[in-house]
């Protein structure tokens, strides 16, 4: 593992920390007119997704965690698990849905996704950030609710219920912001 200083901290490094993976959020150097310089961090847990704040001193050693990301397809479901093929060395992987947590929610057949490994252990799948995806099953609109932005809960071909406006129907492609599971648009 290679050793970095707090004063080679940027956005966007995982660091090795003694609890676990922690990603950079955001981070300030700081030199106070009286006493020794330090860095001021936000770490975002990669397993979790919390984000904390850590102070370090300048200039400390901490171990930079070197992530292994690849392209990856997904292809099918085989029982729970999602299995997923490298497309530059057609590997195919088994993946927990445990390991995708909510990226599973948008996954479709031959949808992209970036996969990062740690030690062969899956620490994140990156999703793009809006898909389109087709409704399952809704309730027709009623002609009295019409109130302007009245929603009604859509079941996407996934399985997720997401709230969608009265004039989308069973068959409609939408897109949706994976980000955090809100209608953006029909399409």
Known sequence: MPAITTNDLKNGITL??????????????VKPGKGGAFVR???????????FEKTFNAGIRVEQAILD???????????DDYVFMDTVSY??????????????DY??????AIIA?????????????AVELTIANTEPGVQGDRVSGARK???????????????????????????????????
């Open 91 to 104: 590997d195919q992987m088994n993946v927990n849905p445990s390991a995708l947590g909510e990226a599973a």
């Open 69 to 79: 990301k690849k392209d990856m397809q997904f292809l099918y479901r085989d029982g």
């Open 41 to 51: 961090t936000k770490l975002r847990n990669v397993r979790t997704g919390n984000v």
């Open 153 to 187: 809960p859509a079941e996407l071909e996934t399985g997720k219920v997401i709230q969608v406006p009265l004039f989308v129907n069973v068959g409609d492609k939408v897109r949706v912001d994976t980000r955090s599971g809100d209608y953006i648009t029909r399409v």
């Open 117 to 129: 490994q740690h030690n062969g252990e899956i620490v994140s799948v990156e999703i793009p950030a």
């Open 107 to 112: 996954l479709i057949e031959s949808m992209s």
């Open 16 to 29: 090795e920390l003694d609890n676990g993976l922690f990603q950079v959020v955001e981070f300030q150097h």
